[in-house]
């Protein structure tokens, strides 16, 4: 799957494969909205987001994982794990998930989980 984050710049996809746009607040897979999916069970959609590279700002409201390979300067979700394989060079947050990281230049916060620094 890619992510592709669309701004006044035009839209960069991370990553190959299938597309997820978030584009004022509606999220589509393939260009279908994310509620039109074929799914049995909306609850066992399972949500893992991945950027190769560094990441300015990422805002999420669920999902299982994000995990960054390089830096992140602001990463906000209420729900999942985060993992960046670099530093901090600002504020990362989840309501409830792990944060794992490199050096904190900012804050670091979970309300349910657990911060480990490598």
Not at 29 to 35: L, N, Y
Request: glycine letters at 14%.
């Amino acid at each position: 799957m890619a992510i592709v984050i669309k701004n006044n710049y035009g839209s960069q996809t991370i990553l190959g494969g299938g597309t997820i746009t978030i584009t004022n607040g509606m999220t589509y897979v393939d260009g279908k909205p994310i509620d039109q999916l074929n799914v049995i069970n909306p609850d066992d959609k399972v949500i893992n987001i991945t950027i190769e590279g560094n990441v300015e700002r990422l805002e999420v409201d669920y999902c299982r994982s994000i995990r960054v390979t390089g830096d992140a300067k602001r990463i906000k979700t209420n729900s999942g794990d985060i993992e960046i394989g670099g530093d901090v060079n600002g504020d990362v947050h989840t309501n409830m998930g792990s944060i794992t990281c490199g050096n904190v230049e900012g804050d670091c916060h979970t309300n349910m989980g657990s911060i480990n620094r490598r």
